[in-house]
C-alpha cells in the first residue's frame, strides 16, 4: 500500500462523508482507491459500491496507523537503558472522592 498525506486526508474526508450518510465523488474515490490499494477497479456511481470502497480504505488506513504507531514505540523503546530506568511517580487518582 501507498500512503501520501494527501490520501490520507482524502480517505479520511471520505469516511466523514459516509457517516453523516452522504456519498463522495466516485471518480475521486476510484482514483484513490487504485492508486493505494493498487487495484484497477473501474468508476461506478453505485451507493453500495462506494460504501465498500470507504469501507476497504477506512480499513487498510486503521492498519497502516496501527503499523506506523507500532514503529514508533519500537524507537522509543530502543533508547539507552538509562533513560528507561528513570524513577516514575506514582499515578495520581483521577476521578470523584469516595464517600464517607
Do not use: H
Not at 4 to 13: A, F, G, H, W
Amino acid at each position: 500500500m501507498k500512503w501520501s498525506k494527501e490520501d490520507i486526508e482524502l480517505v479520511e474526508k471520505f469516511i466523514d462523508i459516509r457517516n453523516r450518510g452522504y456519498y463522495c465523488d466516485g471518480m475521486q474515490l476510484t482514483q484513490v482507491y487504485n492508486r493505494v490499494l493498487e487495484k484497477n477497479v473501474n468508476v461506478t456511481n453505485c451507493g453500495t459500491c462506494l460504501r465498500v470502497r470507504v469501507g476497504e480504505l477506512e480499513a487498510a488506513l486503521n492498519q497502516f496507523k496501527a503499523l506506523s504507531e507500532k514503529t514508533k514505540q519500537e524507537e522509543v523503546n530502543n533508547d539507552t537503558p538509562e533513560q528507561n530506568n528513570e524513577p516514575t511517580e506514582p499515578k495520581k487518582r483521577i476521578g470523584r472522592p469516595k464517600k464517607s
